[in-house]
């Protein structure tokens, strides 16, 4: 081989081998690039200044005189010092407090529980280490005068600001040196001296080297013609204080002060935080409004306020008082006043049960109050505080006399901004918290309305008349001559099957379209005329329902033309059948389903996607073994409702959400953010339309939102959770919408006790719940679903006939009347009134129970009429 020839394949050789080099360094040298840019764009980010923010303290300038807003029926007189006053309801000249009367001589209370005390309003700020402090308007705005009043010519605004101001003293902040050898010239020795080693002595050209000559005359430009003395920074309160009372003495005049204030520039920081919120108090009619607009609450970033408590003490009750608060526990619950159970825990509940936008790891007990409402009565008068804009971040709280402090107080506490925790790895053991950024153009709005009665039926009735008075196109007395009855039928339910080996989940039929026909006749055929049929598990893979962007029947269950006849046989007796929708969640689903995750699950706080789990009741962790589902995106929710809410009426049948009216979440989307309040509006109108369309509609619970358009409620839970603090269990909310809307407890038969279930019904006026299938619990086995067991229909059917015949024939003619009185006669035993003078005693006792020559046997209920 040449020499010419080796040398030009070595240079082929080299050239490939260097080629070969350069692309092995493309990737790295772009990876490398891209970290470089991001390295220098992180540190100009971080280095940009940041806007500084600013909380301007308000000043009170008035003249101390009462303010008072007064109409035909109610006067508001606040005191312009403390902007606490007092209401008076001119019915009955009842007057109730805004705070707690007397409260700043509590003998048991500390200092910090005074200021709550006499507080129109609490406000609770966070930090991203999860701290919480609390911040009183008493001690922290109006002992200080750092607030404002306005009156209209309807309303009454106080703006606060709240928190640690440093309070203004008249002494000299920077006074020429021969003014001040004036004022000191009249003090003794000992008094001279001790006011000049508050103060420095400055000549501009005269300085020492720390001395920065720019930054003094910036701030003080008098210094350029005078010698000044300049108050020393980090002085105490008391020293300023007796500074004052010497200046005073020699004649130191507020003007002076002003006149010396001007010659100083310098700018004072407050270290401490300070907060800015408004109250707007209006008179409407017999009712007193309380607002709270979003866009007043002012705070730096660095302590958002996450909670706030408006009139926390409204109405409490001392120890010499008698009285109870209501609380909206199942159907209401009473708390007395001075109950003495100071061992047991204040009561506490979300309304409207909890945001699972929220994220939580574990689960212990869940609150769920869907009543927007709670009061206090003092035995002779009473109001109740309805809960409107807003609604959606309350919780409420309640709690007796003799811990923290002597009063008996029932109150909302609003959630405004939501935190949940980052998980920051294990290098570090400290937590840091993530807050809701920006509030949302909303509004807190309390009404409170005054019943010249201390009766809770009586305020149940007034309860009543608003619902009437703001939905009197939605909520008429209906014309009920019989028992409502709701009866669940469980169409399919996953089941996981070997296919060719293969584990496969796949629809197991229990009562298929035309065994759901035939169970409906059947049902007719034997008394039941006033008939709501919820169909569950009809679609989409079964009662947990697939994602419902389509909507699909199953074939185990039959054919659409079977579908279509069992709605037809429906209709044609008279039934209500309502198909079953699952619309907030998505189970089980995938591409094939039209679910994305990424695109269809909403955002906890934390910007993760709202993955969400079942909990254990023995660990209060996920349980194990189960599948994940996710929570929707708000919008999603909606559009998937009304998707299935179209096909369902497109079968000729009516709608039952599953969760729309019962549970409401936001949405932390970053690009779509749902607050819990324009969710819960969001779900208002879709059941608005749906039933200013024509459509039946029947939802769970009910949250109070959803009641004026739904025309039956089941698993109502008329009792709630009986904690102990809790004195007696009241039917407050079904007084209230007794006659106007149907509604039906649990189901009988699944509800672990069907005995108290049906007691339950007839002391809280309800209607009756079933559930049933056709085909055998044996089935069941290995599957999720132990809840049906109890619905056979050919294990339960004759029992159910009986309960029903019952039932009906004695309190068929109650459905279409009003409630009119309720007592509970005994721990074990109450008697429920209607309008037209039945009397229905329920004695849930094992023994029998006599009154004025009426016996009530154990464990059961007698109508007389």
Not at 191 to 204: A, G, P, T
Not at 580 to 585: F, K
Not at 590 to 614: I, T, V, W
Not at 737 to 746: E, K, R
Request: proline fraction near 3%; aromatic fraction near 12%.
């Amino acid at each position: 081989m040449s020499r010419k020839h080796y040398s030009e394949e070595r240079k082929q050789e080299i050239r490939n081998a260097v080629k070969k080099e350069l692309k092995a360094l493309i990737f790295p040298l772009i990876v490398t690039g891209l970290l470089a840019a991001a390295i220098v764009f992180i540190i100009n980010y971080q280095s940009a200044p940041k806007e500084e923010e600013i909380i301007e303290v308000r000043a009170y300038d008035g003249d101390g005189n009462d303010v008072v807003l007064e109409n035909d029926s109610l006067k508001l007189t606040m005191d312009a010092t403390t902007t606490n006053f007092d209401l008076t309801v001119k019915s009955s000249g009842k007057v109730w407090h805004s705070c707690a009367a007397d409260g700043l001589n509590d003998p048991l209370a500390i200092n910090e529980e005074k200021n709550k005390l006499m507080s129109p309003l609490i406000l609770c700020y966070g930090t991203d280490a999860g701290l919480d402090t609390y911040y009183d308007s008493y001690s922290l705005s109006a002992v200080n005068g750092i607030y404002e009043i306005e009156q209209g010519e309807d309303y009454i605004r106080v703006d606060y600001s709240i928190g640690k101001v440093a309070k203004e003293f008249i002494i000299p902040p920077i006074i020429e040196a021969s003014r001040l050898d004036d004022l000191i010239s009249t003090m003794s020795v000992t008094d001279r001296e001790n006011v000049k080693q508050f103060y420095k002595k400055y000549d501009i050209n005269n300085l020492k080297k720390k001395d920065n000559k720019e930054e003094l005359l910036a701030n003080y430009p008098i210094l350029e013609t005078q010698i000044c003395y300049i108050l020393r920074d980090g002085l105490k309160d008391t020293a300023k204080k007796s500074l004052q009372k010497q200046f005073e003495a020699a004649g130191y005049t507020y003007e002076d002060y002003l006149a010396d204030k001007e010659n100083d520039l310098s700018e004072k920081t407050n270290e401490n935080p300070v907060f800015n919120a408004s109250l707007i108090y209006r008179l409407d009619g017999d009712d007193l409004i309380v607002e709270m607009p979003f866009d007043s609450l002012e705070s730096k970033s660095e302590y958002p306020i996450s909670t706030v408590n408006i009139l926390p003490y409204f109405g409490a009750g001392g120890v010499e008082d008698e009285g109870y608060m209501l609380v909206p526990e199942g159907g209401g619950s009473l708390i007395r006043f001075n109950n003495g159970r100071t061992s047991q825990n204040l009561y506490y509940s979300n309304l409207y049960g909890w945001d699972m936008a929220i994220e939580r790891k574990a689960l212990v007990h869940s609150t769920l109050a869907s009543m927007n409402v709670y009061g206090i009565s003092d035995t002779e008068n009473s109001f109740i505080c309805i809960m409107e804009d807003g609604s959606s971040y309350a919780s409420i709280q309640a709690d007796i006399s003799g811990k923290t402090n002597s009063y008996n107080y029932v109150t909302a506490i609003y959630l405004i901004k939501p935190r949940e925790k980052y998980e920051l790895g294990q290098q570090t053991n400290t937590d840091m918290y993530v807050y809701l950024e920006d509030l949302p153009e909303e509004k807190i709005v309390k009404r409170y309305s005054f019943v010249d009665s201390g009766d809770y039926v009586d305020m149940a009735k007034d309860y009543r008349q608003y619902l009437l008075e703001k939905y009197p196109e939605y909520l008429t007395e209906n014309t009920d001559t019989s028992v409502p009855v709701a009866i669940e039928m469980v169409g399919a339910v996953d089941k996981v099957k070997q296919i060719v080996g293969v584990p496969v989940s796949r629809p197991l039929a229990l009562t298929t379209y035309k065994e759901a026909e035939d169970l409906i006749g059947e049902l007719k055929a034997n008394g039941m005329d006033n008939l709501s049929v919820k169909y569950t598990g009809w679609c989409n893979g079964g009662v947990k329902q697939k994602y419902g962007k389509h909507v699909h029947t199953i074939g185990a269950l039959g054919s659409r033309k079977d579908l279509e006849s069992l709605t037809a046989k429906a209709e044609e007796l008279g039934v209500n059948l309502y198909l079953d929708a699952i619309t907030n969640y998505e189970f089980n689903s995938n591409l094939f389903h039209g679910f994305f995750p990424y695109r269809d699950a909403a955002k906890f706080l934390s910007r993760k996607r709202a993955e969400l789990y079942e909990f254990s009741d023995v660990t209060y962790s996920a349980r194990e073994g189960l599948k994940s589902y996710f929570l929707l995106h708000g919008d999603t929710i909606i559009d998937t409702a009304n998707t299935m809410a179209s096909s369902i009426k497109g079968y000729g049948a009516n709608v039952s959400f599953q969760d729309i009216g019962h549970d409401l979440s936001s949405d932390f989307y970053r690009k779509d953010y749902t607050s819990r309040d324009e969710a819960m509006n969001m779900q208002a109108a879709l059941l608005k339309n749906l039933h200013d369309g024509g459509s039946r509609i029947m939802v769970n619970d009910c949250n109070a939102y959803a009641l004026p358009y739904v025309d039956m409620i089941t698993n109502m839970d008329l009792r709630g959770s009986e904690y102990t603090i809790l004195d007696e269990c009241v039917p407050f909310y079904q007084i209230a919408i007794h006659g106007l809307v149907d509604y039906t407890g649990f189901t009988v038969n699944t509800s672990g006790n069907s005995e108290e279930a049906i007691l339950y019904a007839a002391e809280y006026g309800a209607g009756l719940q079933f559930s049933l299938m056709k085909e055998s619990p044996f089935t069941l086995q290995k599957t999720l679903y132990t809840q049906y067991y109890a619905s056979d229909y050919d294990s339960w059917g004759e029992e159910m006939y009986r309960i029903y015949n019952r039932f009906n024939s004695e309190l068929g003619h109650t459905y279409n009347q009003e409630i009119t009185g309720h007592e509970n006669l005994t721990e074990d035993v109450s008697m429920t009134t209607y309008e037209d003078g039945t009397r229905v005693y329920v004695n849930y006792g094992f023994g029998d129970y006599s009154l004025d020559g009426v016996t009530v046997p154990a464990r059961d209920y007698l109508v007389v009429r």
